[in-house]
Structure formats: structure tokens, C-alpha cells
């Protein structure tokens, strides 16, 4: 059971890295007017949101201890995210406090993941 919560907790990261990475792709176009949602971040936070809920079970499944408020604070903010991304995806660009916001949200939520103990 354990390996497969590592295949998971890999395919998280590997979700961070899709929404992350394509928020920083779009930083210049930012600085122009111009960045837009791409389909990576939506799949990226898709990804998140599944391997999130699966590690849940995992752990819980295994009598692991699970804090139940980083995870639903966790959970909040990807939720925003993932609405922000979905419901702008198919604009042409994207206003630079929604597409800033979207950026500053992935990030507290990797530092949440990281730092909150």
C-alpha cells in the first residue's frame, strides 16, 4: 500500500508542476495583456484535485493520521483555482489580477503542503 501512495503522491507533484509550470510559461505573456489558462493548468489542477482525494483515502485507509483542516484548506483553494481556470479557459486572455491570483494560489498551496505541520 505504501508504494502505491508514493505512485500517487508523484502524480500530485506532477500535477503542481502542470499548473505551475504553465502559470510561468504565461508570466511574459502577462506583462503584455496577452496570458491566457492553458490546457496543462486545468489538467494540472484536475490531476491535483483526484490524486489529493486519493491520497486521502490512502492514508486514512491505512491508519495514517491526516489533518483533516490542511487538507480541507487545501482543498478550498483548489477549488478556486480550478473554478478560475475552467471557467476562463477558452478566453483569449485573461485579466492580470484573475491570471495573478491563480499563480499566488498554487503557490500558498505548495508552501501550505510543505510548511504546515
Known amino acids: 500500500m505504501d508504494v502505491l501512495i508514493?505512485?500517487?503522491v508523484g502524480l500530485h507533484?506532477?500535477?503542481?508542476?502542470?499548473?505551475?509550470?504553465?502559470?510561468?510559461?504565461?508570466?511574459?505573456?502577462?506583462?503584455?495583456?496577452?496570458?491566457?489558462?492553458?490546457?496543462?493548468?486545468?489538467?494540472?489542477?484536475?490531476?491535483?484535485?483526484v490524486t489529493g482525494a486519493?491520497?486521502?483515502?490512502?492514508?486514512?485507509?491505512?491508519?495514517?493520521?491526516?489533518?483533516?483542516?490542511k487538507i480541507g484548506v487545501k482543498l478550498a483553494l483548489l477549488v478556486v483555482i480550478l473554478g478560475l481556470v475552467y471557467v476562463k479557459r477558452d478566453d483569449e486572455k485573461v485579466e492580470k489580477p484573475l491570471f495573478g491570483m491563480v499563480?499566488?494560489?498554487?503557490?500558498?498551496?505548495?508552501f501550505i503542503a510543505v510548511l504546515w505541520t
Open 54 to 69: 486519493v491520497l486521502v483515502g490512502l492514508n486514512q485507509a491505512q491508519d495514517y493520521s491526516v489533518d483533516n483542516v
Open 6 to 8: 508514493h505512485i500517487f
Open 103 to 110: 499563480g499566488l494560489l498554487t503557490v500558498a498551496n505548495i
Open 13 to 49: 507533484i506532477v500535477g503542481i508542476a502542470a499548473l505551475l509550470g504553465g502559470f510561468l510559461t504565461q508570466m511574459k505573456a502577462m506583462g503584455q495583456d496577452a496570458a491566457r489558462f492553458t490546457p496543462a493548468m486545468l489538467h494540472g489542477a484536475l490531476t491535483m484535485l
